[in-house]
């Protein structure tokens, strides 16, 4: 992905302020592979996605008008936060049409972490895309966006030690593929 100079994202922002369309077409051309790989960490089906980031954009759109730009960067935030959010939001409307959180009962302990080191970033993130909405929600709540259980029981209108125990049932989930995975390229090797 090609990296936008200061000057091109400052353009960007005065196009949002002033409600011109070219802006978001701009904005998507930029920023669409990065926000995609950042709605795909939540949700797993690729229609769904695609929903949510015409929503997303869409949102940019109708809020470019009040963005503040505060340097290099803080149009990126904007834009993933606003992805994130968006794919949050999804996530709570389909857990009022099925139950999001899985069992109350923790699963069997991994005797060991696996090692990932030979694994590429594309498997990492498709075993994490098999998670179950709920596990890959606070997973990825949790590791990659950096919040503390406490936010993430605010975000998801969960509690805290619920989502402790979705983090952890995630984890072990992920360990389990990952010995799984490993395993059976041992076998082929």
Sequence with gaps: MKLFSRDNEQTIVRKLNRGDATAIDLLYTEYAPL??????????????IKDILQEAFIKMFDKGRTFNYRGKGSLKAWATRIVINESLLFLRQQAKQEQCFLDKEPPDVVDEEPE??????????AMI?????????????FVIEGLSHQQIAAQLNIKADTSASQLYKAKVMLARMIKSYQKQDRMTE
């Design 116 to 125: 990932i080191g030979s694994l590429s970033a594309e498997e990492i993130t």
């Design 129 to 141: 895309r098999q998670l179950p909405s709920g596990y890959r929600t606070v997973f990825n709540l």
């Design 35 to 48: 926000l995609t790989a950042v709605c795909a960490r939540y949700v797993a089906q690729n229609e769904d």
